[in-house]
């Protein structure tokens, strides 16, 4: 039985979106934006496995831009993906891409200080016993640990920041505050947020002493359950095994998920893929994403440490390839753009990249995000609620 692997290279967007005039990094519009090819400027990218595949010549299709080094004639299924969705974030893309458009407008945090309103951060404080929360403002999460750090470990209280998107994070020291602590608070704030249409509450786990702090792996999103029934629930509905990778059990709320494989780094998630393709069951859906492009290049605004992530993750989309058989699809894609060269910290508003191998040679053309997730039910033989399968 066919088997299905949808893979999320988080913020690997190709430009072009229509709307991009509409979302904005520190006051300027998106327009223009382009992740992958204004990573490609900067030098040209050694991608030859994905490239084959379609995504130089899916770059073009989104943007009209010829992304410098990718240039091969596509052997691959290969499009571009247009999000409709009001929200560039995580879970919009996601749930999206999964065949469930996000029905509503989240709510989002000014970018004022503070920007939460008083009742919610004395609520807060209440929550975990402290006289007040530090930050309370717009913030790139590693400046913001940098600068109130110390003055977290002098009055344990939690530093609290937002940003463009649709979130509520805190940030706290894991030997200090205790990274159970701040679990419990998070999930917390997260029944006290998501009502309000707060898509995320996120646990911010760091460690070190001032001058030297650093995130640790244990991060956490506690997301709004999606509004419908995505790709993971139809298929386990209807009997099939189906594996998260990385932070789909986040995303989804643990909705419609079978078998949960979690990483402290992009390298231990790729080792998951890779056994995958030789594992997972016949008519399974494996669905994985792959944040550190987004998180640790992106949102630092590192061109070349993004670069090199990507020329890195071709080697593993190649290893991981090479193990399918007949009967198997892989679709890669992304959830939203992140160009590393744009203004700001926040996501970028872009047309995503579809690179499909197990397909044969097809131009999928311009498709939806919700038709992603119709090609995978599709190839697995089942019915889709929304979109339409661009497969062959
Ligand atoms: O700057 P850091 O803490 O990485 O936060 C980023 O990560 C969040 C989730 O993707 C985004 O909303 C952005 O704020
Ligand atoms: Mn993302
Ligand atoms: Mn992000």
């Known amino acids: 039985m066919s088997r ?16 991009a005039a509409d979302f904005f990094n520190d006051g300027r519009p998106d327009t223009g934006a382009n992740t992958l090819a204004h990573i490609a400027a900067s030098r040209p990218l050694v991608m030859p496995n994905l490239d084959q595949l379609g995504l130089g010549a899916a770059v073009h299709l989104a943007s009209g831009q010829r992304p410098a080094g990718l240039k091969a004639v596509p052997e691959g299924l290969w499009g571009a993906a247009t999000e409709a969705a009001s929200g560039k974030d995580t879970p919009s893309g996601h749930w999206e891409l999964a065949g469930v458009p996000v029905p509503w407008d989240w709510h989002y945090f000014p970018d004022t200080r503070p920007a939460f309103p008083a009742v919610l951060s004395a609520a807060v404080a209440r929550l975990t016993d402290t006289g007040g929360i530090l930050g309370n403002c717009h913030a790139s999460g590693t400046e913001i640990i940098a600068r109130l750090g110390e003055e977290h470990l002098r009055t344990g209280w939690p ?6 998107d649709s979130v509520f994070q805190i940030a706290a020291h894991e030997g200090v505050f205790g990274l159970q602590r701040l679990l419990d608070l998070c999930q917390g704030v997260a029944d006290l947020v998501h009502p309000m249409r707060v898509g995320r509450v996120i646990a911010r786990p760091f460690t070190g002493t001032p001058g030297r702090f650093t995130r640790t792996a244990n991060r956490r999103d506690f997301a709004i359950p999606p509004p419908g029934d995505t790709v993971l629930d139809i298929a386990q509905a209807a009997g099939r095994q189906t594996h998260a990778i990385g932070k789909i059990g986040d995303i989804f709320s643990g909705r419609g998920i079978g078998r949960l494989h979690k990483g402290a780094s992009d390298a231990d998630l790729a080792d998951h893929l890779i056994g995958l393709a030789d594992r997972a069951e016949p008519g399974s859906l494996t669905f994985a994403n792959f944040v550190e492009f987004d998180s640790l290049y992106g949102h630092r605004r590192d061109i070349d440490g993004y670069a090199k992530a990507l020329e890195w993750f071709d080697g ?10 007949p009967g198997d699809l892989a679709l890669f894609t992304a959830d939203h753009g992140n160009d590393p060269s744009w203004s700001g910290t926040d996501h970028t508003r872009e047309r995503v990249p579809v690179i499909g191998w197990g397909a044969g040679a097809h131009a999928a053309g311009l498709v939806d995000f919700v038709d992603v997730g119709a ?8 019915t889709p609620r929304k979109g339409v399968s661009f497969l062959p």
């Open 4 to 19: 299905a692997f949808l893979i999320v290279m988080d913020s690997v967007g190709a430009g072009g979106a229509p709307d």
């Open 375 to 382: 090609s995978v039910l599709d190839h697995l033989g089942l």
């Open 159 to 164: 530093i609290c920041y937002t940003s463009a």
């Open 316 to 325: 593993v989309a190649g290893a991981f390839i090479a193990r399918l058989g």
